[in-house]
């Protein structure tokens, strides 16, 4: 895998450098699987690499469809195959809490703490920015010396368990993904923390990675392509009504999840995914040395 990574990031034109910017990987877990140090990374790490290279997965881990083992996914009642959570609002609580936090320490009022942050929020999410550049422009705003925007927000958040049980749920019956706005690195950061369900997603659509964000129709078009199925087999969970009707116009199923009543929507989600009691349909999986990859250190 290392040759082949090595192989491809040398067409695409990209120093190791320029790769781990655009994937948002450090430069010594890049380097690593490179050079076969780490022989299985996980399978967050191989899609960033794939996406920011703008090569199929199957390409990158160097096996076609038709030579990869079938992972067995459900149909649901309405023709679901696969589902598709957000992270923020669904689950994990918003980080309106980091905004106060931030506040306090900056003795800066919450409207100015919030316009600072939204300022640029569209910026790193699309990749646009780096995290360090928005951690001193946020600062600057705010006059302070500095700051860890990821610190405040990973302090802040917290689980939706009734959204954790059926992300485990779902994903013993259909494909799941993650397809999120969200800034680099803090995906892997909220597994690692234990803030997001660790179990093994069939695609994580991170907005900083793919350089689109919700509701762009471009970021809806590669979600359907990392989970190997039509657009009116997938559902998308989000709290947003303008991501919602972004994926519906594009002939998918929508659910809205309303974080106020968590135990209501996660069981109207369930409904909808009632699994059929004979669908079973074949899709693409990872070989089994990916699938038990651990995320890098």
């Known amino acids: 895998m290392g040759h082949r990574l090595q192989a491809a990031r040398q067409a695409a034109g990209l120093t190791q450098q320029g790769l781990c910017q655009k994937a948002g990987l450090s430069y010594s877990t890049l380097a690593k699987i490179e050079r076969g140090a780490i022989k299985s990374p996980s399978i967050f790490t191989i899609q960033s690499i794939a996406t920011a290279l703008g090569i199929g997965l199957d390409e990158l881990i ?104 059926l992300v485990q749920w779902s994903s013993e019956h259909y494909g799941i993904g993650l397809l999120t706005n969200t800034m680099p690195g803090f995906v892997q950061a909220m597994i690692e923390r234990g803030l997001l369900p660790n179990i093994k997603y069939d695609a994580i659509i991170d907005s900083s990675v793919v350089h689109t964000i919700k509701p762009e129709a471009k970021i809806y078009e590669l979600a359907v392509e990392q989970a190997h199925c039509a657009p009116e087999e997938l559902l998308l969970v989000d709290d947003s009504r303008a991501n919602l009707m972004a994926a519906e116009k594009l002939g998918w199923h929508v659910l809205w999840f309303d974080d106020y009543r968590p135990e209501e929507s996660a069981a109207s989600i369930r409904d909808t995914l009632e699994p059929m009691d004979d669908a079973v349909v074949p899709s693409v999986s990872l070989p089994p040395a990916l699938q038990s990859a651990e995320l890098p250190a």
């Open 62 to 165: 160097g096996q076609s469809g038709s030579d990869l083992p079938a992972k067995q996914r459900r149909r649901s009642k309405s023709g679901i195959s696969f589902v598709y959570f957000d992270i923020n609002g669904c689950l994990v609580r918003f980080f309106h809490q980091a905004f106060t936090k931030l506040a306090v320490v900056s003795n800066q009022s919450a409207d100015v703490v919030e316009t600072a942050f939204w300022h640029y929020n569209d910026q790193v999410n699309r990749g646009e920015m780096t995290l360090a550049d928005f951690n001193t422009a946020l600062a600057e705003r705010l006059h302070m010396p500095s700051l860890d925007w990821q610190a405040y927000y990973l302090d802040a958040v917290e689980p939706i368990v009734e959204m954790h049980e």
